[in-house]
């Protein structure tokens, strides 16, 4: 059986002692990347079955690398754990924009860093770990006043896919609200267009037309509903 690849992305000795009791086993590829440059370029190249993300990194903060993997059509399903200071609410709220998996809290607990990495690798070997579901979602574009009804095809933390025949232009931002299955109240953030199954052209053939849309700026609560919904439909 193929090694499951984790790729470690820290600007120093952050990993070094909790990836001892876990990673360092004959069933693992450990990666090292030490900016997020070289991360970003390294999950590109090796596709690793997991990431685990510092927040603060060189030349690309790790927000932002995990943003750009989330944002690849190629790339986004692979799970990123990112850690952060939990005192630092601004550093939270980076972690969950950007789309991330997972979050741990400095100083690393090492039970928890091997629960989430075993969890997050069990998620990895499946065929799709954005969960499949049909909702109606409203959105709105620009400065329109009209809300368009359409509905999803999946959902991840990072985003999901809008069914829809006239998918909008990727600039103008989208005001989106939806309810998840047995969810009380709705949804609510704002979302760009990071890519579009158009009549010219499909970037995933096995989508019907539609777009994909990422999350931009998202409450805490709400992105805490997403990923424990998530998690829950992919454990279960």
């Not at 009549?199 to 709400?222: A, C, H, T, W």
């Amino acid at each position: 059986m193929a090694k499951k690849k984790v790729l470690l992305a820290n600007n120093g000795d952050l990993f070094r002692e909790v990836e001892k009791s876990f990673l360092y086993r004959d069933e693992y590829d450990l990666l090292f990347a030490c900016n997020g440059v070289a991360a970003y370029e390294m999950a590109a190249e090796e596709r690793p079955d997991l990431i685990f993300m510092d927040i603060v990194l060189p030349e690309l903060s790790g927000d932002e690398c995990c943003r750009r993997l989330k944002a690849h059509q190629d790339l986004r399903n692979i799970p990123i754990i990112m850690v952060a200071h939990g005192d630092r609410e601004e550093e939270l709220q980076r972690c969950e924009r950007a789309g991330c998996d997972d979050i741990l809290l400095k100083p690393l607990n090492r039970q928890l860093f091997m629960e989430a990495g075993r969890r997050h690798l069990q998620i990895s070997q499946r065929d799709a770990p954005r969960v499949a579901l049909r909702l109606s979602v409203h959105y709105g574009a620009g400065d329109e006043e009209r809300e368009l009804h359409e509905y999803s095809i999946n959902v991840s933390t990072g985003g999901l896919f809008i069914e829809t025949v006239d998918p909008p232009p990727a600039a103008p931002p989208l005001r989106l609200e939806f309810f998840l299955p047995g969810q009380e109240r709705p949804i609510r953030c704002l979302g760009r267009v990071a890519w579009r199954n158009a009549e010219d052209g499909q970037q995933n053939p096995r989508l019907p037309r539609g777009m994909g849309v990422q999350f931009v700026d998202i409450s805490l609560e709400d992105m805490r509903l997403i990923r424990s919904f998530i998690m829950q439909e992919l454990v279960a």
